[in-house]
């Protein structure tokens, strides 16, 4: 380490005195401005991870769904996973480390870290649409290079595209190649072949309107059109030519709001979807022919995958064991659903896809998906062998099973939720069982619900447990969202601390609208005065 030049080169991204920012859920976040330090700090540690691993780094710049002020940064580790927990905790020490600390605290990690520093460091950079992001990119860049770290800068990205050039390179390229040619084609081949074998290809089927949210989702998928074309045609709104980021449009804003983002017209029947800002969560919706919003939402959509993998898992006769992962977040119904209907087993994670992702990964196929819209489905490398196996030998019906499944598995994105690759498995399955987007919607009726914000003075004070289903501290918290439950009919809520911004949120569904609003505004009521609410005391009415 040529402690000299870390020190000259880290005063020209000078942390501001007295800013504290953590490595949350969804890495750093927080007004760009304030971000320069952070993303040369995240460029010199995905150098030392690199070293520590011999894997390829990915680095992304991007706040996601947030406002296009804001911005943020997260690393990828080797195998397009979320970072280690352990390094998670070295990104919010070296982020929040003073200049004249920085040397000892770059030592300090690499030594509890073993990091042998001879080593050599590759790391991928990739970022959003934003107007800070390709500056903010360029000091992350500074911190590799300062390092001695080599890098690939792959410019705009989506989230997942990032996630999966980072597999890709650290698997030899067995599962693709790293270059943005080589996601197009391998998601496109898969989904052409897969919609090709669907009887019932008519015009319903093939044309879908996206709201890109005005970001990186507009351009990635304008590119890559060509290539799947035959198989769908999709028509794009909030492509960023005039409105700004995440502004009323995007998969957040239609899941939060339950109603249309702006800028798009829609006709009764009409299916249509929505990525955020980065393209790694999607939603379905339609008006129907009376003009009402119906929202599809990640547990649908998790319901549609793994019933149609559950079926083709029968027809090849293959027992292998399928689990869907949820978080507290998923609407009763879809629970319900899948368990009793379905007869599927569904598992409840804490919040924040590494986690879903984790427990994802203990089944032959693990299918998680966050209510907002955030999955994808894994598939177990012996799984992978063996239905590779059976489309070779299988006699002609199971062996056209066993042809869709391969099919299905190149779709998916095994690094990482991504709206596209997640876009092309919903179509190609409701083509495929000649589904309309009401049919899809009509498996079963989401428990109205409803999810509110609460300011308080520390959010830390809430602690939870059970996936995060109930809440230990403050004293007095669960007891007292115990009885408002009891009030209503099958009713539930909960609240946690957000990893992502600085509020408590609550949720709460039960048996009618009113109710869950009721109820939601109650928990909350309960939060604000035992969890030491701030500012305004939460008023009824949304
Ligand atoms: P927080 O702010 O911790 O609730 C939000 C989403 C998560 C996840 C992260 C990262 C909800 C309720 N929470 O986390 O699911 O997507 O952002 O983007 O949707
Ligand atoms: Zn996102």
Partial sequence: ???????????????????????GTAGFRTKAEH??????????????????TKS?????????????????VKLVDPLGEMLAPSWEEHATYLANAEEQDMQRVLIDISEKEAVNLQQDA?????????????????????GVTVLGGQFHDYGLLTTPQLHYMVYCRNTGGRYGKATIEGYYQKLSKAFVELTKQASCSGDEYRSLKVDCANGIGALKLREMEHYFSQGLSVQLFNDGSKGKLNHLCGADFVKSHQKPPQGMEIKSNERCCSFDGDADRIVYYY?????????????????????????????????????????AYANGSSTRYLEEVMKVPVYCTKTGVKHLHHKAREFDIGVYFEANGHGTALFSTAVEMKIKQSAEQLEDKKRKAAKMLENIIDLFNQAAGDAISDMLVIEAILALKGLTVQQWDALYT????????????????????????????????????????????????????SGTE???????????????????????????????GIGERPQPGF
């Fill in 446 to 497: 989401d428990l109205p619900n409803r999810q509110l914000k609460v300011q308080v003075a520390d959010r830390r004070v809430i602690s939870t447990t059970n996936a995060e289903r109930r809440a230990v501290t403050p004293p007095g918290l669960q007891e007292a969202i115990n009885d408002l439950v009891k009030k209503y009919k099958l009713s539930r809520a909960f609240v946690r601390p």
């Fill in 35 to 52: 971000l320069d330090h952070v993303m040369f700090r995240m460029g010199l540690l995905a150098v030392l991870r690199s070293k520590q």
């Fill in 1 to 23: 380490m040529d402690l000299g030049a870390i020190t000259k080169y880290s005063a020209l991204h000078a942390k501001p005195n007295g800013l504290i920012l953590q490595y």
């Fill in 56 to 72: 390829t780094i990915g680095v992304m710049v991007t706040a996601s769904h947030n406002p296009e002020e804001d911005n943020g």
């Fill in 502 to 532: 600085d509020v408590v949120r609550v949720y709460a569904e039960a048996d009618s609208q009113e109710s869950a609003d009721h109820l939601a505004h109650e928990v909350s009521l309960a939060v604000f005065q035992l969890a030491g």
């Fill in 287 to 327: 008006h129907d022919a009376d003009g009402h919003f119906h929202l599809i939402d990640g547990d649908k959509i998790a319901t549609l995958i793994s019933s149609f993998l559950k079926e083709l898992l029968v027809e090849i006769g293959e027992s292998l064991n399928i689990g869907v992962v949820q978080t």
């Fill in 122 to 142: 590759f790391v991928v950079i990739g970022r959003d649409t934003r107007p800070s992001s390709e500056k903010l990119s360029q000091s992350v860049i500074d």
